[in-house]
């Protein structure tokens, strides 16, 4: 059984930072792609961070020069380090699993597994 657990967030002031973590298991590790995807109340759902099996990673323009996506994979773990956190980064932040493993632009639809998701809350 695929499962996959984010762990990290939090409430943090403004220009501030934190780091997410998105525990895999039930396949083999580097098999899928990983996304990071965040919803604010009343919005959407915002893809913002993909890495793929060969390493491309993507950043949406918002959260470029702030977020570093990177994997671990001994620990079967993806990370989302956070800095100079804005209040419009708030929400709650998914990761998610494609099959396709070099997809790496987070496209919601695409992703078969999510995580439960952890709360990002930055005050201003």
């Known amino acids: 059984e695929v499962q996959l657990v984010e762990s990290g967030g939090g409430l943090v002031q403004a220009g501030g930072s934190l780091s997410l973590s998105c525990a895999a298991s039930?396949?083999?590790?580097?098999?899928?792609?990983i996304g990071w995807f965040r919803q604010a109340p009343g919005k959407e759902r915002e893809g913002v961070s993909g890495?793929?099996?060969?390493?491309?990673?993507y950043l949406v323009d918002s959260v470029k020069d702030r977020f570093t996506i990177s994997s671990d994979n001994a620990k079967n773990t993806v990370y989302l380090q956070m800095s100079s956190l804005k209040p419009e980064d708030t929400g709650i932040y998914y990761c998610?699993?494609?099959?396709?493993?070099?997809?790496?632009?987070?496209?919601?639809?695409?992703?078969?597994?999510w995580g439960q998701g952890t709360q990002v809350t930055v005050s201003s």
């Open positions: 890495i793929n099996r060969l390493g491309q990673t």
């Open positions: 998610a699993a494609a099959v396709n493993n070099l997809l790496y632009v987070p496209k919601g639809g695409l992703y078969r597994y």
């Open positions: 039930g396949f083999t590790f580097g098999t899928y792609a």
